[in-house]
């Protein structure tokens, strides 16, 4: 029987499972959401969703794919970001994506049947998992900046020095070394 003292039972099991404890508000809760001083924030996280649905859904129409497009990056700092405070929020989305902002890709999305998204989202990932398989990688990535791994105080690995994925392999072999000593 589902009883109210099972599902608080339940939902402090889950709270202690994911975060080792009880906290002093519910995990699940979202205070600010009940409090009118902080009503906007609500708001501002509805229509970000909203954006977020939209403007997928224009990379998607546009080009078919969204990760690794070496497209989707500039445009997003072109539309979204050069602009700053300069433009205001719909004006942004509508100039990016031609259309104003409205809730109908979110929706879309949440209309579609479950086996049916992650049978796409699987054949995406497939589809790009393949895609760089085939691609010759020449061992050298660069972001035109310094990518440092750091654990306090001590740095691990500084890709100024031994290259992006020569930082990350040795950032791969401190965690290996971490977790091995745990």
């Known amino acids: 029987d589902i009883t109210p003292e099972k599902v608080q039972e339940l939902a402090d099991e889950i709270e202690v499972g994911i975060q080792g404890g009880l906290s002093g508000r519910p995990l699940l809760s979202v205070p600010h959401l009940v ?3 902080a009503s906007c924030y609500y708001q ?3 229509l970000a969703e909203m954006s977020v649905h939209q403007t997928r859904k224009y990379f998607k129409s546009k ?28 004006q942004i ?3 990016l994506t031609g259309k104003e902002l409205c809730g109908k890709a979110w929706v879309d999305s ?6 049916v998204h992650l049978a796409d989202e699987k054949k995406e990932y ?10 010759k990688e020449d061992g050298n990535i660069d972001l035109q900046m310094t990518v440092k791994f750091v654990d306090g105080d001590e740095v691990i690995a500084d890709s100024s020095k031994s290259g992006l994925l020569g930082a990350c392999k040795e950032f791969e072999c401190f965690v290996a070394a971490r977790t091995a000593s745990a």
């Open 35 to 37: 409090s009118d001083e």
């Open 44 to 46: 501002g996280y509805t």
């Open 63 to 90: 080009y078919g794919y969204i990760v690794d497009n070496p497209e989707v990056g500039p445009t997003l700092a072109n539309a979204y970001w050069k602009c700053g405070n300069s433009l205001p929020f719909l």
């Open 93 to 95: 989305v509508e100039d």
């Open 110 to 115: 949440l209309k579609k049947d479950l086996d």
């Open 126 to 135: 497939d589809e790009i998992i393949e895609k760089c398989a085939t691609e």
